[in-house]
């Protein structure tokens, strides 16, 4: 019973703080409703013993993600942080519903069974959730992941190079800005650039 409630609060607080995230007009309130999700979504995780999978949650998710969200905001610095509705929102509210009685008739119309592999409940219980996850992780699917580490590797280094390639034209922009400034200041003063 206990767990029940716990779950209910913690799906409910999720889907909350998710619809505020979307809709809020405020970017710094979608992104703090964006924690509040996370937050609760590493509850449900707690609440289905994926311990391991709580921890990366809140650790990468509501961690760095968030923070490069936020980063991204002030980067950017909208002037008026509103956001309007626009015209693809009744195409977004459409797609939304859409995917919403997908999810309903598959909860009631399919059975969930789970493919039977060497990881069973009761190994994972004997070894634990880390463990479990790290021997599937590097020998059954260690290609996928090394394939997804080089496309982390190459977005770093291509958000690298944009970010340098951005501080030059500011650095430019600058040096033609003063050169400006300076001819503009000769140019009101002919008297002293006589002398």
């Given at each position: 019973m206990t767990e029940q409630l716990f779950f209910v609060y913690f799906?409910?607080?999720?889907l909350a703080s998710a619809i505020v995230a979307v809709a809020s007009r405020s970017l710094v309130y979608s992104a703090l409703s964006l924690l509040i999700t996370f937050i609760h979504i590493a509850g449900i995780y707690i609440?289905?013993?994926?311990?391991?999978l709580a921890a990366v949650q809140i650790i990468v998710y509501a961690g760095a993600i968030l923070v490069l969200y936020l980063f991204v905001l002030m980067l950017f610095n909208p002037k008026g942080e509103e956001r309007y509705l626009h015209r693809q929102f009744p195409v977004g509210i459409f797609l939304g519903l859409v995917v919403l009685v997908m999810m309903v008739l598959s909860?009631?119309?399919?059975?969930?069974?789970?493919?039977?592999?060497?990881?069973?409940?009761?190994?994972v219980q004997s070894i634990g959730h880390t463990q479990s996850i790290g021997q599937a992780l590097y020998s059954d699917f260690i290609l996928p992941f090394e394939v997804a580490s080089l496309i982390l590797l190459v977005a770093m280094l291509g958000a690298i190079i944009l970010a340098g390639r951005r501080g030059k034209a500011r650095k430019k922009?600058?040096?033609e800005l003063k050169n400006t400034v300076s001819a503009d200041e000769k140019s009101k003063r002919p008297d002293e650039?006589?002398?």
């Open positions: 799906s409910g607080m999720t609440l289905l013993n994926a311990e391991f909860v009631f119309r399919s059975e969930i069974i789970g493919q039977k592999g060497a990881f069973t409940p009761d190994v922009t600058a040096v650039v006589m002398v």
